[in-house]
């Protein structure tokens, strides 16, 4: 099994920046990828940024540009550095793993965009 704790959600101005940690134990050589996701009020869960175990990033379009994931290994912590925020990036965060058994995921930390 993989446990992750996220951290580092607040309430920021429209335009400052957040980063965003996620820490895992347990399994973690089992991890083939991990996503940050978020979920904003009345609406679906959407994946924002993954980064697999051999590097490789991705990003939806409306993030591209402002939002950087990168891992620190040494740590076990994957981070979503956020820059440019808008009040639309107003959501829960939540980070999953991906294993070859199952998907895991944390408990989420709140990001809110004042405007």
């Known amino acids: 099994q993989v446990q992750l704790v996220e951290s580092g959600g607040g309430l920021v101005q429209a335009g400052g920046s957040l980063r965003l940690s996620c820490t895992a134990s347990?399994?973690?050589?089992?991890?083939?990828?991990v996503g940050w996701y978020r979920q904003a009020p009345g609406k679906e869960r959407e994946l924002v940024a993954g980064?697999?175990?051999?590097?490789?990033?991705n990003y939806a379009d409306s993030v591209k540009g402002r939002f950087t994931i990168s891992r620190d290994n040494a740590k076990n912590t994957v981070y979503l550095q956020m820059n440019g925020l808008k009040p639309e990036d107003t959501a829960v965060y939540y980070c999953?793993?991906?294993?070859?058994?199952?998907?895991?995921w944390g408990q989420g930390t709140q990001v809110t965009v004042s405007s």
């Open positions: 999953a793993a991906d294993t070859w058994i199952d998907d895991y």
């Open positions: 980064i697999t175990s051999g590097g490789s990033t």
């Open positions: 347990g399994s973690i050589s089992s991890i083939n990828a």
